[in-house]
């Protein structure tokens, strides 16, 4: 859930007094949420990436979850959450669980 961070004027007041930019931020317990949202629509869940846990396995524990779906899988992240992922960064460890999974956006995210 994407929440609007504290807005303030200190550097980029607008002429009308408002802030120019908005300071948009995902909650920290937010994010592995997002993130298993994100894994559900991409690997066509239906819902139940929803109810996932950090320990539950995602690399040849989810037959959805091969290569290409990799692949749609990264996308869905960099797009839904704003950062770009390098290949020198994609590793299978990444893939093993929703734990580390949700460790790696949160890294990327600099949360």
Do not use: Y
């Not at 007041?13 to 908005?22: E, L, M, S, V, W």
């Amino acid at each position: 859930m994407i929440t609007d961070g504290p807005a303030s004027c200190d550097n980029g007041c607008n002429q009308k007094g408002g802030p120019a930019a908005r300071d948009f931020r995902i909650k920290p317990l937010d994010i592995e949420r997002e993130t298993l949202i994100t894994l559900d629509r991409v690997l066509v869940l239906q819902g139940r990436a929803l109810g996932f846990g950090p320990a539950t396995p995602l690399l040849g524990a989810l037959p959805e979850l091969d290569s290409m779906a990799v692949a749609s899988l990264l996308t869905g992240l960099e797009e839904h959450f704003g950062f770009i992922v390098h290949d020198d960064e994609v590793e299978g460890a990444i893939f093993a669980t929703v734990g580390s999974l949700t460790t790696f956006v949160r890294r990327k995210l600099g949360a």
